[in-house]
């Protein structure tokens, strides 16, 4: 597709349920990143992949997180046990490829999760 | 740790106003500083600067890098309601985290 493609827009949940946000980057961008964006704040980093490696988790707020990206293109941020400040939108983006350095990330409109 | 201050938080301008938004940083490995316009949806990509003193523009928005300081200024000449969004500044320190994003600016620009 032309740009980065997220799925569900929108999502609630009760707490405690489990919950899977997709994100489809554009076409040939070989970095992916995850970011969590609360009310009024920025986005903030959660994970990032380089093809289906999971190169830098260090954001994930706890192992209730979980991201996947098996195939190098489609990946998914999984929440388990969704507790209510979780609430956010999640943010996916993609870049050709980070570690050149010389390309700007693009990203998608993001998936607004409610924890009831 | 990584940090980056925007200023001011927010903003209400007349059109036809020209305003200035800045952005200031802290980060152990500099590599580039980007900016940013979020509306409803998705952030877009407006700037990303690598090296000081070079002015980049592209038709009323323009932007510049001082290393030396560790600032950068977003500039909108000629605003128009359009203009209205959170402008974000990010900068990308690889070997910390990929992006560290400041609050944002919220300019709202009013007829």
């Known amino acids: 597709g032309a740009g980065v493609s997220q799925s569900p827009r929108y999502k609630v949940a009760k707490r405690g349920q489990d919950v899977a946000l997709r994100c489809d980057p554009i076409?040939?961008?070989?970095?992916l990143f995850w970011y969590q964006q609360a009310l009024g704040q920025g986005p903030e980093f959660l994970t990032y992949f380089q093809n289906e490696a999971q190169l830098d988790k260090s954001g994930l707020p706890s192992d209730r997180f979980f991201a996947e990206r098996p195939e190098g293109s489609v990946s998914t941020l999984k929440i388990q046990r969704t507790q209510q400040e979780d609430s956010a939108v999640y943010l996916c983006?993609?870049?050709?490829?980070?570690?050149?350095?010389?390309?700007?990330?693009?990203f998608g409109d993001g998936t607004r999760l409610s924890i009831l | 740790e990584d940090k980056v201050v925007q200023s001011p938080l927010s903003l209400v301008v007349h059109e036809g106003d020209t305003v200035t938004l800045n952005c200031s940083y802290e980060?152990?490995?500099?590599?580039?500083l980007l900016w940013y316009k979020q509306e409803k949806k998705a952030p877009t990509f407006l700037f990303m600067l690598?090296?000081?003193?070079i002015e980049k523009k592209s038709g009323r928005l323009s932007s510049i890098l001082d290393k030396k300081e560790l600032f950068s200024i977003l500039n909108i000449t000629a605003t128009q309601t359009g203009d209205s969004a959170i402008y974000l500044c990010a900068v990308d320190d690889p070997g910390n985290t990929p992006l560290v994003f400041g609050k944002g600016t919220r300019l709202s620009v009013i007829a």
């Open positions: 983006a993609s870049s050709l490829d980070y570690p050149r350095g010389d390309q700007p990330q693009h």
């Open positions: 690598t090296s000081s003193g």
């Open positions: 076409s040939g961008h070989v970095s």
């Open positions: 980060v152990t490995n500099f590599r580039s």
